[in-house]
């Protein structure tokens, strides 16, 4: 049973550029959610994804965006990067989006920007 | 907003000691969840417990719902117990938004 896998693992940018990450939810779940965490702090919710489309954001500019395929994989782009958006980028997989269902997390790829 | 403080914020502990780690939150929750973050970065499930005790091994939990906090008890600690130790929840009406707290530093010294 694979778990949630995301690629890449490490990335690094330079300001202005933008990129994309990916992320493979656990098998048999179909809600995909996003988490940005900087050095020392906890994860923060970026936004959620289920049925291909953003059910909930959180506070975060627009150069942030997200998609979903039909097969329940998930992309996070981000535009425009600042040396700010140097973070651990996590992502989390639900079976629904209820707030009862447990989510579960890959290993998360660490992005830099120079 | 909703807020989750953990304390205490570092925790150093000797081989074989005991601990116990608080999470408090601010709002009715429907999800509450203990994760263990390795060196690596990836955040392993401990314990789903929106209410009530639940105990796996060396590890245990209780979550207090109506007094809006939850601990984690590790028992006969060992050096893989290192890491970061965060509680995260889900409010009343929030949907399935995991807010965090800053984490627990735990090191545990042979």
């Known amino acids: 049973d694979a778990g949630v896998t995301q690629s890449p693992t490490h990335l690094i940018k330079t300001r202005g550029q933008q990129v994309t990450l990916r992320c493979s939810p656990k098998?048999?779940?179909?809600?995909v959610s996003w988490y940005q965490q900087a050095l020392g702090q906890g994860p923060q919710f970026i936004f959620q994804?289920?049925?291909?489309?953003?059910?909930q954001r959180g506070n975060f500019p627009d150069r942030f965006s997200g998609h979903q395929y039909p097969n329940y994989s998930s992309e996070l782009n981000v535009n425009a990067l600042l040396l700010g958006d140097s973070a651990l980028y996590l992502c989390?997989?639900?079976?629904?989006?209820?707030?009862?269902?447990?989510?579960?997390f890959g290993a998360g790829t660490r992005l830099s920007v120079l | 907003g909703i807020q989750v403080e953990q304390s205490p914020p570092d925790l150093i502990l000797q081989e074989g000691a005991n601990s116990t780690l608080r999470c408090n939150f601010s709002?009715?929750?429907?999800?509450l969840q203990w994760f263990h973050q390795n060196p690596w970065g990836q955040l392993i499930n401990l314990f789903y417990?929106?209410?009530g005790t639940k105990q796996n091994g060396r590890l245990s939990a209780t979550t207090v719902a109506t007094e809006r906090y939850s601990l984690l008890y590790i028992s006969s600690s060992q050096t893989t117990d290192s890491g970061v130790y965060f509680c995260?929840?889900?409010?009343?009406?929030?949907?399935?938004?995991?807010?965090f707290g800053k984490g627990i530093t735990l090191s545990v010294r042979p």
């Open positions: 709002d009715s929750v429907n999800n």
């Open positions: 995260a929840e889900v409010n009343t009406g929030a949907n399935s938004k995991l807010t």
């Open positions: 994804y289920y049925e291909e489309e953003e059910r």
């Open positions: 989390a997989s639900s079976l629904v989006p209820g707030a009862t269902y447990i989510q579960y």
């Open positions: 098998s048999g779940h179909d809600t």
């Open positions: 417990i929106p209410s």
